[in-house]
């Protein structure tokens, strides 16, 4: 388990991080949320030791990490870099050697995850002359090719067409079967929704919101329903304890709690025939909002003191 | 995946070890570049050329030399085709006319047993004094410490050789390290190796490349020579030159360091022309001082005990015959001390800004930064 404790980070007098906690479990698909400039990257570079946090700790399985076991991890940053003049299996084979595998074995590795990621006939050709969705592929198998025992991974969907998307998720998720604790930061909401298991939630540096996807929903779900039904829903709007949302011809959306919105089901019935019902669970994008309804806009200059402030 | 979960991963790479893969890739990588490949090849054949070139020109027929003879010696040298003779009165006038350039040289009245004299300015005439049927004494009107020639093209040649090599492969050494930087692959690169391989591998690889390239740079001007029947001039420079690959190698890595730190500092190639001028300047320097001072010895006595231009300076002062066997050597710890220090400098600077982006970083900055970036 990867596993951040109060970090925080500042470049200059920007705090960037402030008192960052959360975990990454054994296994589990963690989506990392935010929005442009929350913090995704620095934290993220933190965890890989590329820049040193303030205060704060970064520990596996409850160790420090130290260089040889952040060897270990696999990581895309931000910006895509690869060589661009070299080609993509030997670029691969290369730092599948420099985190210990020897030359037969490097390679092999090259080899099998540029045919699972479809790259196959590209794999002679120098990054520089792959297309970008290509490119973003490349990267990924870059993080991949050691065995990693984590994964952080900065954004790996963007740029990718909904059918490497597809390809890339089920890699990721693989991964996460073995048994290895995958971080990844999007803000395609809809991927993050689909995919993840986990979800952390930053905002100006701090963050807002963390735990599994369910609970998250259920934390935050609303008492709304959704009701389909084969006559008219006009007498919704009588209803003590209702509150109606939408209404149409056949259908409402009406927040009451649960003992209101059975009465109102049975009341349905009664009229006739229900063709469905349900509680509205909040989709990601939803709870995304909400979380960060109390933030000002994503510009973090002097946003400490200013939060400090309003606190 | 089944294939690769079959390998588990492996522990970390040694330090030496990684720092040997850093250089394999770098060596690789630059031997596979067209351009390298294209201007080694020009260099190579320019070489060539100018020895084969120097070579047949001086087996070429010499003209007829053209001479002043005083008239009372002038039975000296009647007979000579080689000699183009114009008489005049007295020595005097002989040379009045030799300082004039109108004649390479002069023969006039000697004192015993030969009876005859040449006078010339700056190096006895060979056609003049085998045209002779006695051997003159020879009288320099202007002598020149040694073969002006010869002394001037290997001094400028070593300068030329050091400053190219160091500019070619240091600007490569540059130019690699701001693309990792801003291509940001040194982050992958980095959460595998420490940044000491990187920069130890980068100096490693581009040394054996540069040093590769000056070796075959002596190889065709030996062969070159040797072919066209010049090796007499390998006698002259071949212990100077064995002493100008020890410095040149260790020269090397002492500016490959400040090279590969400059360059550290910028997080884009457009801005790495500025960030490496004083590198360059350094590199230019000794090139400027043999080219300028080839007949000062003390601006050569002192530079070729300075580190940055003794992998020139020595070498030349050895060729000149001005240097005692013990200098080399001092000059050598100087060298390799001043390396060390220098590369530990530039290894620090290296470490501490290699990661930072953005704009470029202030030496100061990043020399005293404590672990923060």
Not at chain 1, 173 to 180: I, L, P, S
Not at chain 1, 202 to 210: N, T
Not at chain 2, 183 to 195: G, N, T, W
Not at chain 2, 365 to 373: G, N, V, Y
Request: hydrophobic share 50%.
């Amino acid at each position: 388990m990867l596993e951040l404790q109060g970090v925080s980070r500042s470049f200059g007098d920007r705090r960037v991080l402030d008192d960052v906690s959360f975990t990454v479990g054994q296994g589990r698909l963690t989506g990392f949320v935010g929005g442009n400039g929350a913090g995704k990257t620095t934290t993220m570079r933190i965890i890989l030791g590329v820049l040193a946090p303030h205060a704060g700790t970064v520990t596996l399985d409850g160790r420090p990490l130290d260089g040889a076991r952040r060897a270990r991890f696999g990581y895309m940053p931000e910006e895509r870099g690869l060589y661009p003049k070299m080609k993509l299996a030997e670029q691969l084979t290369y730092l599948a050697r420099l985190h210990g595998f020897d030359k037969g074995a490097a390679a092999d590795r090259a080899h099998d995850l540029i045919d699972r990621l479809g790259l196959t006939e590209r794999a002679g050709d120098p990054v520089e002359s792959l297309s970008l969705g290509n490119q973003q592929r490349a990267q990924v198998a870059a993080a991949l090719v050691h065995q990693p025992e984590v994964l952080v991974l900065d954004e790996p969907f963007s740029g990718l067409d909904p059918m490497a998307v597809e390809v890339v998720q089920s890699v990721l998720a693989e991964r996460a079967a073995q048994g290895v604790p995958v971080l990844f930061s999007s803000h395609q909401l809809d991927v993050v929704e689909r995919l993840c298991d986990d979800l952390v939630i930053i905002a100006g540096g701090r963050i807002r919101a963390a735990g599994s996807r369910e609970e998250l929903r259920r934390a935050h779900a609303t008492e709304r329903h959704e009701i389909v039904v084969a006559g008219d829903m006009g007498w919704l709007r009588d209803e003590p304890g209702a509150r109606v949302d939408e209404l149409a011809a056949g259908s409402a959306v009406f927040e009451a709690d649960e003992a209101t919105a059975q009465r109102v089901l049975r009341e349905a019935l009664a009229r006739g025939p229900v063709q469905s019902f349900a509680p509205l669970r909040p989709s990601l994008a939803e709870i995304f909002r909400e979380v960060i309804t109390d933030e000002e806009p994503a510009d973090a200059a002097g946003r400490t003191q200013e939060l400090e402030a309003a606190r | 995946m089944s294939t690769t979960t079959s390998h588990r991963a492996p522990q970390a790479p040694s330090l030496g070890r990684a720092t040997l893969l850093v250089a394999e890739r770098e060596i690789t990588s630059q031997v596979r570049s067209k351009s390298f490949l294209i201007s080694t090849a020009v260099l190579l054949v320019a070489i060539l050329a100018g020895i084969v070139i120097s070579g047949l020109m001086s087996q070429r027929e010499p003209g007829t030399t053209p001479v002043a003879v005083v008239a009372s010696v002038a039975d000296s040298v009647s007979g000579s085709d080689l000699l183009e003779v114009t008489e005049v009165a007295d020595r005097e006038a002989a040379e009045e006319a030799v300082r004039s350039g109108d004649v390479d040289a002069a023969v006039v009245p000697g004192g015993e047993p030969l009876g005859v004299q040449v006078l010339a300015m700056d190096a006895a005439p060979d056609a003049v004094v085998g045209a002779l049927t006695v051997a003159p004494e020879v009288e320099l009107l202007d002598p020149a410490p040694a073969d002006g020639g010869l002394r001037y093209l290997i001094t400028f040649a070593f300068g030329l050789v050091f400053m190219t090599s160091v500019i070619g492969s240091g600007s490569m050494i540059a130019q690699n390290t701001v693309t990792e930087k801003q291509s940001r692959i040194v982050e992958i690169l980095l959460s595998a190796v420490p940044a000491r391989a990187l920069l130890g591998g980068k100096i490693l690889g581009n040394s054996a490349v540069a040093l590769g390239q000056t070796a075959a740079i002596a190889a065709v001007a030996v062969l070159g020579l040797v072919v066209t029947g010049q090796d007499d001039v390998l006698t002259l420079i071949g212990m100077p030159l064995a002493w100008f690959v020890v410095f040149f190698a260790i020269g090397f890595v002492l500016l490959a360091g400040i090279f590969a730190a400059s360059a550290s500092l910028v997080s884009r190639v457009e801005d790495t022309g500025s960030v490496l001028q004083p590198a360059i300047w350094l590199t230019m320097v000794p090139y400027f001082l043999v080219v300028f001072f080839n007949d000062n010895e003390l601006v050569l006595r002192i530079m070729s005990y300075v580190p940055f231009t003794a992998p020139v300076g020595m070498p030349v002062r050895l060729f000149l015959n001005e240097a005692s066997w013990w200098e080399p050597l001092v000059a050598l710890v100087v060298l390799v001390a001043a390396t060390l220090a220098i590369t530990a400098l530039a290894a620090r600077v290296y470490e501490r800004s290699v990661l930072r982006m953005g704009g470029r970083v202030a030496v100061r900055e990043a020399l005293a930064r404590s672990a923060d970036a």
